[in-house]
């Protein structure tokens, strides 16, 4: 066993330093996620990035196990990568974890934030009564999935008029980070659906981080666009 866990360390290191100026990435995807990094132990904290490159692959770009998501230890995730030839994103999308978004803002300040609408709407789903909840969802998710900007900021002024009064911390959630929120708005309509969410590293992340663990040698996959 001492063995083989030498190698598989010998496997992350060699992932964790190779050169990533080959991965043109367009969108930049971070989120800090617990995993069992081995059987029978308890969850830890795991820092992952990956990205979407141009033609539309996504590939696994970073781990850092045992992280915490402070605004410094995130910064020297992001740094990492960009002393390994990681180019700068159009978007970057993440949580609200103050410390991952200050860390994108000095990292990437050129680049659009996008904040993850999956963990907004189960922000919002427990400050809504249950009978509530369905029409109120409905007309968030017609803000977040507006044609356009402008629209959202219409759309998302009718719910502040509707709902204010009744559900003021519902809507106080709701237009937090609002602009963060609709920031995939602004980029090609088939590609909306697959940047305004860290769902697909959370939900995929399992077999993508074994993989990792096996074998340095990542290979990109197909993305959705």
């Excluded at 519902?170 to 602009?179: I, L, P, R, S, Y």
């Excluded at 590293?201 to 993508?208: A, D, K, M």
Aim: net charge positive; aromatic share 8%.
């Amino acid at each position: 066993m001492s063995q083989l866990g030498e190698r598989l360390w010998e496997d992350y290191q060699a992932f964790a330093a190779r050169d990533l100026s080959e991965y043109e990435i367009v969108y930049l995807f971070v989120d800090g996620i617990a995993e069992r990094l081995r059987p029978g132990a308890k969850r830890e904290p795991v820092l992952a990035a990956w990205g979407f490159m141009v033609d539309g692959r996504r590939v696994l770009l970073h781990l850092m196990a045992g992280s915490k998501e402070d605004a410094e230890t995130v910064t020297a995730f992001f740094e990492d990568m960009k002393t390994r030839g990681l180019s700068d994103p159009r978007l970057v999308c993440s949580d609200g974890a103050p410390g991952i978004i200050k860390a994108i803002e000095l990292c990437f300040p050129r680049a659009a934030r996008q904040r993850c609408l999956a963990h907004r709407m189960r922000n919002l789903a427990v400050k809504v009564p249950e009978d509530v909840w369905p029409e109120f969802k409905v007309r968030v998710q017609a803000a977040y999935q507006a044609p356009s900007r402008a629209i959202a900021r219409e759309l998302a002024a009718g719910v502040v008029a509707d709902y204010g009064r009744k559900h003021d911390s519902a809507v106080a959630c709701f237009m937090d980070d609002f602009e963060a929120c609709i920031a995939h708005l602004r980029f090609p309509v088939t590609h909306r659906r697959a940047i305004r969410t860290t769902n697909l590293l959370e939900n995929g992340y399992s077999s993508r981080s074994a993989a990792v663990s096996r074998s340095s040698r990542m290979h990109s996959v197909s993305g959705p666009f």
